[in-house]
């Protein structure tokens, strides 16, 4: 799969929407290309309360429940178009859920692509990385 593919992936599941009045839903959709070659997509949360959560962690949900943690790609999607970083929180959810996610490739703004463990610099797991 491109980077554009997987992109266009992200951007598909993008459709902002209010889910009742402190909800609402769509803002940023993620796509994961996982070890076996499937994608799976996310989209962003967001709650008044702030239990909400991102669209990467979505994507990792629909992963787990498949049975994979190994990540090979990932993109998050603004509803705008553009290509947006993952927050520290999703970077973090990634690295952990397999020691070789440090290679994960992470589309970045622009034409950016970095491995995940540039992201993390000093990780505080550090020995644990293959």
């Given at each position: 799969m491109t980077d554009a593919e997987l992109i266009r992936r992200a951007g598909e599941v993008t459709r902002p929407r209010s889910l009742g009045k402190t909800v609402e839903a769509g803002a940023v959709g993620a796509a994961i290309l996982a070890g076996s070659?499937?994608?799976f997509c996310g989209v962003s949360i967001d709650a008044a309360c702030g239990i909400g959560?991102?669209?990467e962690h979505g994507a990792v949900a629909a992963m787990v429940t498949a049975g994979e943690s190994r990540v090979l790609a990932m993109v998050a999607v603004?509803?705008?178009g553009h290509v947006v970083a993952p927050c520290g929180r999703c970077r973090e959810l990634?690295?952990?859920i397999d020691s070789g996610n440090a290679a994960t490739r992470v589309l970045l703004p622009?034409?950016?692509v970095l491995p995940l463990a540039?992201?993390?610099p000093d990780w505080w797991q550090s020995e644990s990385l293959p």
């Open positions: 070659g499937a994608v959560f991102c669209a603004h509803a705008a990634v690295m952990q622009g034409t950016r540039q992201l993390l």
